[in-house]
């Protein structure tokens, strides 16, 4: 294997793996959820979040392949399941319902920055079933231990991204404003309500349609 060809193969990981996570595109959600919260807290959730997501991918890479199958997980499984959470969590912005947590208690605000760091900011917003199925399909391209390396280094690359660009969404909140973060919150909720809608019939047609080959099968 020549060394042009683990370069194109690093390159295919890094640039799938960004177009797969969209470190700036989840930088409206990240600032909704994160609403009312002081700046270290937005600085707790994103590194929280960016270190799970990477954490969960390069498990995904080693032994993504093994982890579905032990447990007879499929990708289709994995978007039925992370649509109903994404429609979940932009039925909650869709009506500004995470706004209340400016006026809760120490304790509350910290497990809610918790929480929402790992669900559903890496999971499944960061790592969805797209990004996991992308990472197992490159780990069993590798061809060698460089790609292999490479596929972790493209990781670590987009999530130390992802984590300035998060970070730094925190000078658009401050020009939006209050009201303007509001608007923003139930656009985004609407827009992830949507996704939701792709993400659940993508995992329940195939579903569907291997019930439909398993009935013609067995009549």
């Known amino acids: 294997m020549s060394l042009s060809a683990d370069w194109n193969f690093i390159l295919l990981c890094?640039?799938?793996?960004?177009?797969?996570?969209?470190?700036?595109?989840?930088?409206?959600?990240?600032?909704?959820?994160?609403?009312?919260?002081?700046?270290?807290?937005?600085?707790?959730?994103?590194?929280?979040?960016?270190?799970?997501?990477?954490?969960?991918?390069?498990?995904?890479?080693?032994?993504?392949?093994?982890?579905?199958?032990?447990?007879?997980?499929?990708?289709?499984?994995?978007?039925?399941?992370?649509?109903?959470?994404?429609?979940?969590?932009?039925?909650?912005?869709?009506?500004?319902?995470?706004?209340?947590?400016?006026?809760?208690?120490?304790?509350?605000?910290?497990?809610?920055?918790?929480?929402?760091a790992i669900t559903p900011l890496a999971i499944p917003i960061l790592c969805g079933p797209g990004a996991l199925a992308n990472v197992v399909i490159l780990a069993h391209e590798a061809a060698n231990p460089v790609q292999k390396a490479g596929l972790l280094a493209a990781a670590v690359t987009v999530i130390g991204i992802n984590y300035v660009g998060l970070v730094g969404a925190s000078t658009l909140l401050r020009w939006l404003g209050e009201s303007g973060n509001k608007v923003m919150m139930r656009i985004m909720g609407l827009i992830m309500m949507v996704i939701a809608v792709e993400f659940f019939f993508a995992g329940l047609v195939p579903r569907l349609q291997e019930l439909g080959t398993a009935l013609q099968n067995g009549s």
């Open 14 to 116: 890094a640039t799938s793996l960004f177009v797969m996570i969209n470190p700036f595109g989840i930088a409206p959600v990240y600032l909704s959820l994160t609403h009312g919260m002081t700046p270290v807290e937005r600085r707790f959730v994103a590194g929280r979040a960016s270190l799970t997501a990477l954490v969960i991918m390069v498990i995904f890479a080693v032994a993504g392949n093994f982890i579905f199958d032990f447990f007879g997980v499929r990708i289709s499984s994995l978007k039925i399941v992370g649509g109903i959470i994404f429609f979940m969590l932009g039925y909650d912005l869709l009506n500004a319902r995470l706004s209340s947590i400016k006026n809760e208690s120490v304790s509350a605000r910290q497990e809610y920055s918790r929480d929402i």
